[in-house]
């Protein structure tokens, strides 16, 4: 009886030990068995008094982590969580899509992640994204350019504490509005390796997968885009482009054969599902529309015995 104690505490500092800045995580809420990679997730707090918390999942790359590129991976938004990007889009692990019953929804392993062959910080920024937080009342509207500070700083510190890895190859990469972003922090970790006192990062490049540059420029380009496509007629297309002159969404109201072109333009498209154009525009909680495993995202990331076993602070 006077072991039982002691075995237990054995027990979960196996199945989830403490590292230097985080905690490795072996087993997750909704997956069979132990996880098939080395993850690691923790807090890096940004600032003199780290009153920010800035949360991470680490994956080691499955083939030669010692040498393979450091990616940080971004999601977009702004103020998506990083756990959007490691479980739906390049991660080794994926919500299976199967109605929700009340349960812990199910992980599986997946086939195509990146992590094969690179290591991935995926990164819940800015502040109140996912799991990062700030300890006092924010005083300052968050801005891109002050997130980039904190994302540089948190490189700076986390590379500190996992100095194995300061010579990897570096990629900052992301998705979405992180178009905004990822270029600026590439120019200040260059700038920074110059003019800081503190190691420099092997910087080599920058990923971006559907990125925002501009959001006008951004908004006028679905025309084309949507004829290449085959969604909008050659006739329409070439009557608007001709009318519109470029110019589809931000109208003068005076050019009223503009108007209602784009009008018709809209009668095409509305009801197409702008994340997938191949299927209809449907409801989430569904468990026919193909983002349903989004709608389990809440169900899995809430549920206490998940965030138990990532170690996420109770603030």
Not at 205 to 215: D, H, R
Not at 232 to 256: A, H, M, Q, W
Request: hydrophobic share 35%; with cysteine; net charge negative.
């Amino acid at each position: 009886m006077k072991s039982t104690p002691k075995l237990l505490l054995l027990l979960l500092f196996i199945i989830n030990h403490h590292v230097d800045s985080g905690s490795i995580v072996k087993f997750l809420p909704g997956f069979e068995g132990p996880l098939p990679f080395e993850l690691e997730t923790g807090y890096i707090g940004i600032g003199e008094e780290e009153d920010v918390q800035l949360f991470y999942y680490f994956i080691k790359s499955e083939r030669n982590p010692k040498e393979d590129p450091l990616l940080l991976w971004l999601s977009g938004g702004p103020g998506c969580s990083s756990i959007t990007g490691l479980l739906f889009e390049n991660g080794p692990l994926a919500l299976k899509s199967k109605v929700y019953n009340g349960s812990v929804p199910s992980l599986v392993s997946t086939t195509y992640s990146w992590t094969k062959t690179a290591n991935i910080i995926f990164l819940d920024q800015p502040i109140g994204a996912g799991f990062s937080y700030s300890r006092i009342p924010l005083i300052d509207t968050p801005s891109d350019t002050g997130e980039v500070k904190n994302i540089h700083e948190f490189l700076q510190k986390w590379l500190s504490k996992h100095p194995q890895f300061s010579s990897n190859p570096f990629y900052a990469s992301g998705d979405s509005y992180s178009g905004m972003i990822v270029p600026a922090l590439v120019q200040e970790i260059s700038k920074g390796n110059y003019i800081c006192c503190k190691p420099p990062i092997n910087l080599q490049g920058y990923i971006l997968g559907n990125p925002i540059t501009y959001f006008e420029v951004d908004q006028n380009y679905r025309i084309p885009f949507s004829h290449g496509m085959a969604l909008i007629s050659d006739e329409l297309y070439e009557s608007i482009r001709r009318d519109c002159k470029g110019n589809y969404f931000n109208v003068d109201p005076r050019n009223t054969k503009c108007l209602k072109l784009v009008e018709e333009y809209h009668k095409c498209t509305d009801e197409l599902n702008e994340f997938n154009i191949l299927s209809p525009d449907c409801d989430t909680t569904s468990p026919d529309c193909f983002l349903y495993p989004y709608y389990l995202l809440g169900y899995w990331i809430n549920d206490e015995s998940v965030r138990d076993a990532l170690h996420v602070n109770k603030w």
